[in-house]
Every structure is written in C-alpha cells, then in structure tokens.
C-alpha cells in the first residue's frame, strides 16, 4: 500500500459511512450555497483540526488555517494576502456571526518565535523565505506574555505566549475596517479560544475579566 492509498482509503470510508447516509445533506449545499454561521481561524497544525475538535457537519465552519492561527493587521498594499481575502469574504460574502480564533498548546509556529526572541533560533529552515517573516508578526505577544511576568520560562512562557497570540490575533481583527463595521452593527462577534489537545481542555478569553475560563 502506497501511503496515498491511506488517504484514499479514507475518502471510500467517507463516501461510505457520510456521503452515502446523507447525500441530500452535501447537494443541498451545492444547490443552495453554504451558509456558515461561524468562522473560524485554527493552526495549521496537523493535531488541531478544526472540524474534528468541535465535531462540526459540512456547512457549519468557515475555515481559514495557517501557521500559528495568526491574524494579520489589516493592510492595503495591493499584494497577496491569503488569510485577509478568507476573512473578508466570511464576513462579506458569507455574513457569519462569528469569528473565532482557535490557538492552541504545543504551537510550533509560537515555539519557533520564542526561540528566535531569545537569540537561540535565527531561521526555522535554511533559506526560509516565508515563515520567518510571518512568525516575527508574534512578537507582540512574546513581549506581551515577559511583561506580564519577567520571570516566565519554558513551558510556562510558551502557554503565556499562546494565549497572548490569541489575543493579539483579537486585536487584529478590529484593524479589518469591514470587521469593525459588522461589529459595530451588532452583526459579528469576535472570540478567542485555547486549545490544550494533551490535557483535552478548552479555554475561552472573556473581555471582561481579561482572562481566559475553562470549559466545563
């Protein structure tokens, strides 16, 4: 077996137990157009899908991934922007309620950042052209997570860290000025959570109390 025959393998278990038990569920979604009510921006991260961690059916999630589940500032520069563009068009084209952030535990995009921070990791790979680029946008929350306690090393920096990425990402949504728009008119609302995929645990930043609560 070829290691793609795993891969299809798993499309015939698909087309068996999913598709062939509710096919009007699919066409109707091509028929009709999907409708999402949620969007929701995860790590690329192999261990954290999405769509398996929250048990969603096709149709609920709009899902947008990179390295880090990082949400840039808002720019007009006329280049590419692939994470702005899913984002514009969830919120313009597909109306969702709801924006969410899901960080997570264990983040190697925030790990990489950290290490460079601290003078121990220059590039991620050799001849990077891409990734070093885009993790340097975390540097607010490295800075953010050693003023909010100098004294934080290891894994304790890291879990601040990413749970100040998750915020950072927050704030940049608020710079979309078609986010701030849909916010303002009651129409979008805007989440952070944090995903521990070891301990199974959940965590959701609350504005209010400025800190993340764990999920029951």
């Known amino acids: 077996m070829t290691d793609t025959n795993i891969l299809l ?10 598709y062939g038990k509710s096919p009007n569920l699919y066409q109707d979604l091509i028929r009709h157009g999907q409708k999402p009510r949620f969007a929701v921006l995860a790590c690329s991260d192999s261990r954290v899908d999405p769509a398996i961690v929250l048990q969603t059916e096709p149709g609920d999630i709009f899902a947008v991934r990179n390295v880090a589940a990082l949400v840039p500032p808002f720019e007009e520069d006329g280049l590419y922007h692939g994470t702005s563009a899913a984002l514009e068009f969830a919120v313009r084209g597909l109306h969702v309620e709801h924006i969410i952030i899901i960080g997570h535990a264990h983040c190697g995009g925030v790990a990489s950042m950290i290490r460079k921070q601290e003078g121990r ?5 050799d001849g990077g052209t891409f990734i070093g680029a885009w993790t340097d946008l975390l540097r607010d929350a490295y800075e953010r997570a050693v003023e909010s306690n100098p004294e934080l090393k290891g894994d304790a920096l890291l879990r601040a860290a990413e749970h100040q990425a998750v915020r ?4 940049n949504l608020t710079t979309f000025p078609f986010i701030r728009e849909a916010v303002s008119a009651g129409e979008l609302t805007l989440q952070g959570w944090y995903l521990n995929i070891f301990d199974g645990a959940l965590e959701i930043w609350n504005p209010e109390d400025k800190r993340f609560k764990l999920v029951d």
């Open 168 to 171: 950072l990402s927050l704030d």
């Open 9 to 18: 393998n798993g499309f015939r278990k698909f087309r068996e137990l999913y």
């Open 121 to 125: 990791e220059e590039l991620v790979y």
